[in-house]
Structures are given as structure tokens and as C-alpha cells.
């Protein structure tokens, strides 16, 4: 069973930074691709950022590329979402999640375990 826990979301002024971090348990955590979504009030979830096995490969939806960075560290189990220069329209419950193995899609669908979220609130 993987349990994928997110930490790090709050309040925070546009301009400002958060860093969030999503820990897994399980041995595997290495052999897989994760990926950081998130969901605004009213809308769909959607993909905001994905990060292969090794950390060599990152994707981001054109809205937070050069904003956002995620980073993994497979020893310790966790990968994160460094967010810069947050805006308003960033506010979302943030989710982290685990590809299905064969997947090679950023989509929902490609996504087996996900974490239970958390807030990111931006004031203007």
C-alpha cells in the first residue's frame, strides 16, 4: 500500500513563495514518475507539474513554467513543488501523486495513488 502525504501549503501574499513536499511510503518510490496537481474552487483538477523516476526529466503547464520547480529525492521519499512569485489565480488544494508504471501520459487517469491535498492560498 503507498500513502502519499503533502505538507507545506498556507497563506501567502502574491510575490511570495511556498515550498511543498509530498512523502511516500513504500519501496518503490524510486521506479516511478510523480506529479503535482491541483484544484481550484468550481474547476477541474489539472496537471501542474510531473518529474520522472530520476529527477532528470520535469514537465509544467505553460501557466506556472518559470515560476514553479519540482524536485525529488528518492532517498528520502519525497518530492516537492518549489512556487515562486505565487499569484492569486495559484490558489488550489495541491495534490501529489504516482504514475502507473507503463503510463507515459501527465493526464488524472495515468495516476494510481494520490495524497489527500493541501491548501495554497494566495491574497492579491
Known amino acids: 500500500q503507498v500513502q502519499l502525504v503533502e505538507s507545506g501549503g498556507g497563506l501567502v501574499q502574491a510575490g511570495g513563495s511556498l515550498r511543498l513536499s509530498c512523502a511516500a511510503s513504500g519501496r518503490t518510490f524510486s521506479m516511478y514518475a510523480m506529479g503535482w496537481f491541483r484544484q481550484a474552487p468550481g474547476k477541474e483538477r489539472e496537471f501542474v507539474a510531473g518529474?520522472?523516476?530520476?529527477?532528470?526529466?520535469?514537465y509544467y503547464t505553460d501557466s506556472v513554467k518559470g515560476r514553479f520547480t519540482v524536485s525529488r529525492d528518492n532517498v528520502k521519499k519525497t518530492v516537492y513543488l518549489q512556487m515562486n512569485s505565487l499569484k492569486p489565480e495559484d490558489t488550489a488544494v495541491y495534490y501529489c501523486?504516482?504514475?502507473?508504471?507503463?503510463?507515459?501520459?501527465?493526464?488524472?487517469?495515468?495516476?494510481?495513488?494520490w495524497g489527500q491535498g493541501t491548501q495554497v492560498t494566495v491574497s492579491s
Open positions: 518529474i520522472n523516476w530520476s529527477g532528470s526529466n520535469l
Open positions: 501523486a504516482r504514475r502507473n508504471g507503463p503510463d507515459t501520459s501527465w493526464s488524472m487517469g495515468s495516476f494510481d495513488y
